[in-house]
């Protein structure tokens, strides 16, 4: 793996320089855009809206526009921004892991202690497992100030990238229903939910998507036509909501008890 970035991470007067890799990838296929015409790839240039003549990497700078102008920003100007912030990420406080909420979160990054911060990596380590607790801080990376909790994922610090406030949306402007469910029901539901939960095992869950596409892919390649089973969709009526949760229920436990 590949350091994206390179930094300390500080908390009280302990400073640990770390590496900080992607903890996650992308299991995409990669699927190439083709003209239907003639299956040619199709390709995206950069072109200048003036000239409309295609612009080399290179020649490309980044500018914010002020009145009819442009500021033009160098690499320099998103460091000085927050210098601190580009090369430190300062541990503010810690929390509970109970009191974040999951729709914060967006990426995790694996931190790796350089040479010289081993043991001062290892306590963090430790202290973060015997507290559940999470560090939050801030940082400065590709030129994005991030919003963070540092906590540890097997015997390593794992740094969340987590969402600011004005990054959430408010549901209050979906359109909720507001029907009501019966104390029965909730019950019922309750019920289910304690017949179907099981201690998390990560590994149990895998994407089979790609696998899937791949077949179909293979099949197309091949001129066969891939069966695909039928899939229920239809949304349960209000009526037979309880007689649903009652058959969801047995299912449930009579495949427990098989």
């Known amino acids: 793996m590949r350091s994206i970035w390179n930094g300390t991470i500080s908390f009280g007067l302990v400073s640990i320089p770390v590496k900080l890799f992607s903890g996650s990838e992308d299991r995409k296929l990669d699927l190439d855009m083709l003209d239907k015409h003639d299956n040619q790839r199709i390709r995206y240039k950069r072109v200048n809206e003036k000239t409309g003549k295609e612009v080399v990497w290179g020649d490309i700078v980044k500018g914010f526009k002020k009145d009819d102008s442009y500021v033009i920003l160098e ?61 939050v801080g801030t940082f400065v990376m590709r030129q994005k100030e991030h919003l963070s909790l540092i906590g540890h994922y ?28 019966t104390k029965k029901e909730v019950d019922m539901a309750i019920s289910l939910i304690e017949n179907y939960s099981e201690k998390f095992n990560l590994s149990k869950y895998k994407d089979v998507y790609n696998d899937q596409l791949m077949k179909i892919i293979n099949d197309k390649a091949k001129g066969k036509t891939t069966k695909v089973e039928e899939v229920n969709v239809e949304p349960t009526d209000a009526k037979d909501l309880m007689a649903q949760l009652k058959a969801s229920l047995e299912a449930r436990k009579k495949k427990k008890a098989s």
């Open 75 to 135: 690499n320099e100007d998103f460091e000085k921004a927050n210098l601190k912030k580009s090369k430190t990420i300062d541990i503010e406080e810690f929390v509970n892991q109970d009191d974040v909420a999951d729709v914060l979160f967006k990426k995790p990054y694996f931190l790796e202690p350089q040479k010289e911060g081993s043991k001062s990596y290892n306590l963090l380590r430790d202290a973060l497992k015997k507290t559940n607790k999470l560090g």
């Open 154 to 181: 097997k015997d390593a610090l794992v740094l969340h990238v987590i969402r600011f406030t004005d990054e959430i949306r408010d549901p209050s402007e979906l359109k909720l229903s507001k029907t009501k469910v």
